[in-house]
């Protein structure tokens, strides 16, 4: 099992592109989750998905869109990229969220500069 | 839901027990608490979880208060590995959504030699 990947692992941007971050995990989670990570700021929640097909906002969700179309990728999207989201980007999933199941898996992560 | 606090750093030293607070003080009735550590760049690994009984893995143990509004978790021989940033969270109710879910900004932890 390669438990969660994400693709890329580096991207370079300049402000006003756009991008897409892919997750994607192969222990059928029904739960995964976005996050990003800034120096001295632990790890802020994006956006989060129940299911197949649902997404739900996180602590932090402006500037990004989700999609859930397949159970085993989590979509991150940045329509117009801006300097305040260079951050390392980690996704995560769970077999069940506030219960006794609720371990999170998370990716290598995704080291994202927007110039 | 739970809002942890947890100290920004701790040292301790190799062979001995490191002791790692965490404050939750506004943890709700049906609501785990999960610890992590992510040691350089890596994504956080899970360590140990619990609701009201201590808990012991193969990795460490962890604590709670009778009044679950803390918990301690025991790394019970560092290594020079363990170091280091280790997180607790609150997972939010059993309600199935996430917004409750917290990831504080951990506590550093120093193994010395």
């Known amino acids: 099992n390669a438990g969660v990947t994400q693709t890329p692992k580096f991207r370079v941007l300049k402000t006003g592109q756009s991008m897409t971050l892919l997750c994607a995990q192969d222990m059928n989670h029904e739960y995964m989750y976005w996050y990003r990570q800034d120096p001295g700021m632990g790890l802020r929640l994006i956006h989060y998905s129940v299911g197949e097909g649902t997404t739900a906002k996180g602590e932090v969700p402006d500037g990004y869109n989700v999609s859930r179309l397949k159970k085993q990728n989590f979509l991150l999207g940045l329509e117009s990229a801006a300097p305040s989201q260079t951050s390392v980007y980690f996704c995560a999933s769970s077999k069940q969220q506030g219960g006794p199941l609720n371990e999170q898996f998370f990716g290598p992560g995704t080291r994202l500069t927007v110039l | 839901d739970a809002k942890t606090t947890q100290p920004p750093s701790m040292d301790c030293a190799e062979g001995r027990a490191a002791n790692l607070p965490c404050n939750h003080s506004t943890i709700s009735g049906n609501e785990y608490v999960y610890w992590y550590r992510q040691i350089h760049s890596q994504g956080p690994r899970y360590i140990i979880h619990?609701?009201?009984n201590n808990e012991t893995n193969e990795m460490a143990s962890l604590i709670i208060t009778e009044d679950r509004k803390s918990s301690t978790l025991i790394l019970p021989h560092a290594t020079l590995r363990d170091t280091a940033v280790y997180y607790c969270t609150g997972t939010g109710d059993s309600g199935g959504g996430a917004d409750g879910l917290t990831f504080g900004k951990g506590t550093h932890l120093i193994i010395q030699p």
């Open positions: 619990g609701l009201k």
